[in-house]
């Protein structure tokens, strides 16, 4: 059984910088790609960041030169660290993982920009 777990998260002031944790319970070399993703209230879950197993990252927009996604193969960790972070930037942020065969979830972490 495969688990995700995002350790991190919490109350930052706008400005502010965050480090979150995505850790697997397998290798994630297993996987095709890992990602952040986040939900807003009253909002749909929406991408923040991707890394591929080929190496390649992938952010939206509104978080570029803000965000890095990076990974850790040893200790099977995806990190996303945040910078400058915005009231805006609210939202649970959940992990994800996946392959041709199967998608996989972590539980989320809140993350709340706020003064």
């Known amino acids: 059984q495969v688990r995700i777990v995002e350790p991190g998260g919490g109350l930052v002031q706008p400005g502010g910088s965050l480090r979150l944790s995505c850790v697997a319970s397998?290798?994630?070399?297993?996987?095709?790609?890992m990602g952040w993703y986040r939900q807003a209230p009253g909002q749909q879950r929406d991408l923040v960041a991707t890394f591929t197993s080929g190496g390649n990252t992938n952010y939206v927009d509104s978080v570029k030169g803000r965000i890095t996604i990076s990974r850790d193969n040893a200790k099977n960790t995806v990190y996303l660290q945040m910078n400058s972070l915005k009231p805006e930037d609210t939202a649970v942020y959940y992990c994800?993982?996946?392959?041709?065969?199967?998608?996989?979830w972590g539980q989320g972490t809140q993350v709340t920009v706020s003064s």
């Open positions: 994800n993982a996946y392959n041709s065969v199967v998608e996989y």
């Open positions: 397998v290798s994630i070399f297993r996987f095709a790609a």
